[in-house]
């Protein structure tokens, strides 16, 4: 079973009651796996080996190897024209622990944190495991998911110690424009808040401009960027992501990494060095993307055209349609994979807002997603008729 799909919902006896059901069946098409469906490119893997071969395979620095954490500021400072340090660059053991790191750093017991919704499970699950309160944000009614500043505004109270931005958005694939950045970056400066910004979809984006909380660097000391190479290398197994903390956040951060990590797999962070320097890589990157871009478009046309509603995201690896039934997201998407054999995620998993909706990934041929897409229609059909 999917790893994600267990977190994605706190209790994922569901998805193990129709995967029971399903088994692995070459039938059922697996639309619930939230990773990119390429292999990793040859020339990553020939560098591994290279890498392995050179005897890279110790501990490095806790921090993650310099040259790494130079290169992705370089890498941010070109595109955004901010002054990040490689010592604000920490790498780390994927996404999911810059993540845990980053609150864990911040919040204390009684604390609140605002999460607009739907959004990624673990800020939720994160903040309230660290004893957290959790503020959750419904997205602009009627907005195809448009971040709510207002909303955010009305949250924000006086234990708010961190908002969190995700863009593109897990897992409606909303991009947050500028001015909506730039508002929520002004509210957490008056209320001295965090804004962390989890940033792992950037290059997922279709044709909109993207704005990235390294933009506002120079501008507010308390943002927090958390960023993983597992999407666009397609090295999720690798375990590789990184931060990036303004220099006061740095020791507590080191801190945590140097007891639960000690540092980031070695022989990921030199493959992510060369994938980082390699405008060869950096295409296969962008074709990879475009490929995405397609799959979208193919899977949100029949969907619509079969009936089943869904807002055309402007980024992300996933679609996130309205459920035309009048049943829970749950039910729904536990009766679709056990009598269609289309493995989806229930909207009820990412909080306020994602109820009446399920996730679906990109991750398949426009000719497998375009079955998936006769599969749910055909559902819907039978389940209204009954």
């Not at 990553?44 to 993650?64: D, F, P, Q, S, W």
């Not at 699950?125 to 009614?141: D, M, R, S």
Request: proline share 5%; charged share 25%.
């Amino acid at each position: 079973m999917d790893k994600e799909m267990q977190h994605d919902d706190g209790d994922d006896s569901w998805v193990m009651k129709y995967f029971d059901n399903i088994g692995n069946s070459e039938k059922v098409i697996n639309l619930g796996i939230g990773e990119p469906d390429f292999d990793m490119f040859e020339p990553l893997k020939e560098e591994a080996e290279r890498v392995i071969r050179r005897g890279l395979n110790k501990y490095t620095m806790t921090a993650g190897i310099v040259e790494l954490r130079e290169a992705i500021a370089e890498a941010y400072n070109g595109r955004w024209g901010v002054d990040i340090g490689p010592d604000n660059v920490i790498v780390t053991p994927g996404a999911s622990s810059a993540l845990f790191m980053s609150l864990a750093s911040i919040i204390r017991p009684g604390d609140y944190v605002v999460i607009p919704t739907p959004s990624f499970p673990s800020f939720k699950a994160l903040t309230q495991i660290l004893g957290g309160n959790v503020v959750e944000v419904e997205p602009l009614p009627e907005s195809d998911f448009q971040l709510d500043v207002g909303g955010v505004r009305s949250a924000l109270r006086e234990k708010s110690v961190a908002v969190i931005l995700n863009s593109p958005t897990n897992p409606t694939g909303t991009v947050i424009d500028e001015l909506a950045f730039s508002e929520v970056v002004d509210l957490c400066r008056r209320s001295g808040a965090y804004l962390i910004s989890d940033e792992v979809y950037e290059r997922f984006v279709y044709g909109v401009e993207y704005t990235s909380a390294a933009k506002y660097w120079g501008e507010y000391d308390r943002i927090v960027i958390v960023n993983s190479f597992s999407k666009t290398l397609a090295m999720t197994g690798w375990r590789l992501g990184y931060m990036i903390v303004p220099q006061h956040l740095k020791s507590r951060v080191i801190r945590l990494q140097a007891y639960i990590n000690a540092c980031a797999p070695s022989v990921a962070q030199y493959v992510a060095l060369y994938a980082l320097k390699s405008s060869e890589v950096q295409k296969m990157i962008d074709e990879k993307v475009s490929e995405y871009w397609r799959r979208r478009d193919v899977l949100h046309r029949a969907l619509n055209t079969h009936g089943v509603s869904v807002h055309l995201p402007k980024g992300g690896i996933y679609l996130f349609p309205r459920i035309p039934l009048p049943i829970d997201s749950e039910t729904f998407c536990n009766r679709l994979a056990k009598e269609a054999g289309v493995v989806t995620i229930p909207g009820k998993a990412f909080g306020k807002g994602g109820e009446k909706h399920f996730r679906i990934t990109l991750s398949a041929s426009p000719e497998r997603l375009l079955e998936a897409a006769e599969k749910i229609a055909s559902f819907v059909e039978r389940a209204r008729s009954n």
